[in-house]
């Protein structure tokens, strides 16, 4: 297939976040960019459309205006007992990713984001809250800054200058032009990436996130000096997540998964790049949630929506018994996954009351949050501020498949008992748990350690205000009814990747980069092959693409 005469100086394969940030680099520089992207142009933004818009900040203003004082050093520390850097060569770049990322996020992040135009929301959130260890997992303070705009407006802030690119003619896109291989040639210094070849797939008209065609109806090959890879992860692929399962770290891969993205994230580039001499690194690290629900409105297939928990609610595994520390909501989302698939059973329980799910329940998306995601403020103080839950929240009550409502423990269990896919619970078990839970809120005391964890949420002022509902009993009716969600394994992120240096070249398995070829966001594992290491803070993914896709556009204007 002949496109239109272009001669690009660099060819960005995938036209996601972190795609749409190298191509905008390239641009300020004044290079020609040709996109290319599997699915068609209503896609543009990839996965990053469908996010919260959830950015890690380090010392923002955000912070100090809600009391929260922190820094670099607190930030880094917090990063490295999380990522659990190994001193391997597989986690060298990661490492120096890790450090240059906080260090971003500490300081020139949010000037650089403010400059497009993005915002946040004044009220900053305490996502992983970890494992009681200050040199361990998790947030030691609140770092999660939640865009005015959601996902779709940090897509906006850098698909806006590009498109605008396109119509001066330094930007070209080719929607559903699918990337089999990386070409590779003999070049002055050794094998060198010159360009990309591929198949063309029949024309979609698909809405954005729909599953589409794989009908091939031509085939390409198109060069330029440059090849940038971002082409996303592989959370839609249930084969492929299966296949590099942590089984040793994490137990038995779930039986049962449900998607947090559409199909087309399918990981396909990571072999193609290793094909043409890219190292891929820490395939078995990846962020899958473990408070997912089957969307009753489904977009894409086995459409799955997080659950971004409170603190209050009661975890249950499989066997109605309560998690013990740190397994509680919103702390150590991988240390309870293990606790889960642990029991034998890739399933859990939260048990809560109207009171919390009101307070506390939000759903991960930009469409479960249409208030922020439109930048209605009226409609935002409505949603969050009014008695009753937010409208999509009450929706999945209603009609989601994992909620059981009940007035008494047990007409709940009952309705547990009917949709578990495993043990049947004892409902005078679950009663005697939760009764002894109610009577510690009898005294200013207690030894329950999430109570504790309560308390020490309800002293942050978002918290206090919009996400943790004031203590109370459980079995008390006037926070009734009770109610009860089946947890289910949701497939995300994917955390390893092709291993780069902090220009975002694709490294070799020597270490030596790949001539013309650079990879940047999910499928680089946000940099370096695995900034994260083993475990995520949150609000780092959307930066991670931004900030290594920066470090691609910049690097191969550079070259060129």
Not at 77 to 95: C, I, L, M, T, V
Not at 268 to 295: K, P, Q
Request: proline letters at 6%; charged letters at 25%; a negative charge.
């Amino acid at each position: 297939m002949t496109l239109p005469p272009f001669e690009p100086d660099a060819i960005v394969v995938g036209a996601g976040l972190a795609g749409l940030v190298a191509t905008h680099e390239l641009v300020l520089a004044g290079r020609k960019v040709l996109v290319l992207d599997q699915e068609n142009r209503a896609n543009l933004g990839g996965q990053a459309f469908w996010s919260l818009g959830g950015l890690f900040l380090v010392d923002s203003p955000e912070q100090r205006r809600m009391g929260i004082k922190d820094s670099r050093e607190l930030a880094l520390q917090d990063w490295f007992g999380s990522a659990g850097f190994g001193d391997g060569p597989e986690d060298h770049w990661g490492r120096r990713w890790a450090e240059a990322y906080v260090e971003f996020a500490a300081g020139e992040k949010r000037e650089y984001l403010h400059a497009l135009g993005l915002r946040s929301v004044p009220m900053v959130g305490w996502a992983e809250r970890g494992a009681a260890d200050p040199q361990g997992h998790g947030n030691s303070v609140p770092r999660f800054h939640l865009t005015w705009g959601t996902g779709p407006e940090v897509v906006r802030v850098f698909a806006e200058p590009v498109l605008a690119a396109e119509e001066r003619g330094l930007v070209s896109f080719a929607f559903r032009h699918q990337v089999d291989e990386v070409v590779v040639e003999d070049g002055p210094a050794g094998p060198t990436v010159v360009g990309v070849r591929g198949s063309v797939l029949v024309p979609s008209e698909e809405d954005r996130g729909v599953r589409s065609a794989r009908e091939v109806v031509d085939t390409f090959e198109l060069r330029a000096p440059a090849v940038v890879v971002t082409s996303g992860g592989i959370g839609g692929n249930h084969d492929l997540v299966r296949q590099t399962w942590p089984t040793e770290r994490m137990g038995p891969a779930p039986e049962h998964l449900i998607s947090g993205v559409p199909a087309h994230v399918d990981g396909r580039m990571l072999a193609i790049s290793e094909a043409a001499g890219a190292h891929v690194v820490n395939r078995d690290r990846m962020w899958h949630y473990t408070e997912g629900v089957h969307n009753w409105d489904p977009i894409w297939p086995d459409h799955a929506i997080r659950i971004i928990p409170g603190p209050s609610s009661l975890w249950l595994d499989a066997h109605g018994k309560r998690f013990p520390a740190p397994n509680f909501p919103g702390c150590d989302n991988l240390a309870t996954m293990r606790a889960i698939l642990a029991t034998g059973h890739d399933y859990s329980w939260f048990v809560l009351t109207q009171s919390v799910i009101e307070k506390e329940f939000a759903l991960s998306g930009s469409e479960q949050n249409p208030d922020v995601t439109e930048k209605d403020l009226r409609v935002l103080l409505r949603e969050r501020l009014a008695k009753g839950a937010p409208s999509p929240v009450e929706a999945f009550k209603e009609h989601g498949e994992d909620f059981v409502v009940a007035d008494s423990v047990a007409e709940l269990v009952a309705g547990m008992n009917a949709i578990a896919r495993g043990p049947q619970l004892d409902a005078a078990e679950v009663e005697a748990m939760v009764a002894a839970r109610d009577r510690e809120l009898d005294n200013g005391f207690s030894k329950d350690a999430q109570l504790m964890l309560v308390a020490n949420a309800r002293r942050s002022r978002t918290d206090k205000l919009v996400r943790v509902a004031k203590p109370h009993r459980i079995l008390d009716p006037a926070h009734g009814p009770l109610i009860a969600v089946r947890l289910n394994i949701l497939t995300r992120k994917t955390l390893g990747g092709i291993q780069t240096d902090l220009s975002s070249r694709a490294l070799d398995a020597s270490g030596e980069p790949v001539p013309g070829l650079y990879a940047a966001g999910e499928v680089a594992g946000f940099g370096g092959g695995g900034v994260h290491g083993h475990n995520a803070l949150e609000g780092t993914f959307l930066g991670g693409c931004i900030f290594s896709g920066r470090a691609a556009g910049r690097a191969v204007a550079s070259a060129g």
